[in-house]
Nanobody, 123 residues
Framework: QVQLAESGGGLVQAGGSLRLSCAAS????????MGWFRQAPGKEREFVAA????????YSAGSVKGRFTISRDNAKKTMYLQMNSLKPEDTAVYYC????????????????WGQGTQVTVSS
């Protein structure tokens, strides 16, 4: 059983930065995809970024490309999301997810989820 724990959310002014972390435990292989999703009030959960753990190949949504960077630390079994130039529309609960079985942008395909961390960007 894989367990995921996010941290790093908070309140920041527009233009500021935050770094989210997602620590994974219970993992026994390296052939999987991990991703970040976010969900704003009244909206569906949307794809933000993903990374193939074994190769380090990354994918990002168009809305965050050039501002957010996904990365991972193999030794710490931790995934990160560096968020720069934050905008009020980035405000949401951010979730990390693991083990995608479908298209990496589809939240329904992920088997494991963290509890979420709130990111609030003030204007």
């Amino acid at each position: 059983q894989v367990q995921l724990a996010e941290s790093g959310g908070g309140l920041v002014q527009a233009g500021g930065s935050l770094r989210l972390s997602c620590a994974a435990s219970g993992r026994t292989s390296s052939n999987y995809v991990m991703g970040w999703f976010r969900q704003a009030p009244g909206k569906e959960r949307e794809f933000v970024a993903a990374i193939r753990w074994s190769s380090g190949t990354t994918y990002s949504a168009g809305s965050v490309k050039g501002r957010f960077t996904i990365s991972r630390d193999n030794a710490k079994k931790t995934m990160y999301l560096q968020m720069n130039s934050l905008k009020p529309e980035d405000t949401a609960v951010y979730y990390c997810a693991s083990d995608s079985r479908l298209t990496i942008t589809d939240p329904l395909g992920y088997e494991y989820w963290g509890q979420g961390t709130q990111v609030t960007v003030s204007s």
